[in-house]
């Protein structure tokens, strides 16, 4: 290949990556948000509904035990206040999409932890399941 053009695939190819990398691209909970605009609403109905109230001691402890075996670590942070958002988000009729997005975001805190996309689907059940299983209802 001619020097120059090599150059110029190269400088592509960066620029490309880099691109990619700026915008957001290779976020791991994604979960479609390419599919829905920045601008469309989170919320399908009843966003004056009241906070999910936060969960008792004994609530806290089944999460923390079932989040213990999806990832040991998330139990130091405050899980009780990740799910009460993400209880909150249910009842206020929030996607499936925006509710892994939201569960990922609130859990893996300030990128402290990294969470695949199936360790974020079994948190979120664990909160529905320990927290808030009437949220929806």
């Known amino acids: 290949?001619?020097?120059?053009?090599?150059?110029?695939?190269v400088a592509l190819a960066v620029t490309v990556a880099a691109t990619g990398v700026l915008s957001g691209?290779?976020?791991i909970y994604d979960f479609g948000a390419d599919a829905e605009p920045?601008?469309?609403?989170?919320?399908?109905?009843?966003?004056e509904?009241?906070?999910?109230?936060?969960?008792d001691a004994a609530t806290l402890a089944r999460l923390i035990a079932a989040?213990?075996?999806?990832?040991?670590?998330?139990?130091?942070g405050s899980p009780g206040m990740s799910a009460?958002?993400?209880?909150?988000?249910?009842?206020?009729?929030a996607d499936e999409k925006s509710l892994?997005?939201?569960?990922?975001?609130?859990?893996?805190g300030d990128g402290s932890?990294?969470?695949?996309?199936g360790q974020v689907v079994r948190i979120l059940a664990a909160v529905r399941e320990n927290v808030c299983p009437t949220a929806g209802a």
């Open 1 to 9: 290949m001619h020097p120059r053009l090599h150059q110029t695939v």
């Open 25 to 27: 691209a290779s976020y």
């Open 38 to 47: 920045e601008t469309a609403p989170r919320v399908t109905s009843a966003p």
């Open 49 to 55: 509904s009241p906070p999910w109230p936060a969960p």
């Open 67 to 76: 989040l213990g075996e999806i990832y040991p670590e998330l139990r130091d």
């Open 84 to 93: 009460q958002k993400i209880c909150t988000d249910i009842r206020r009729g």
């Open 100 to 108: 892994l997005r939201s569960t990922g975001q609130a859990f893996a």
């Open 113 to 117: 932890y990294f969470l695949d996309d």
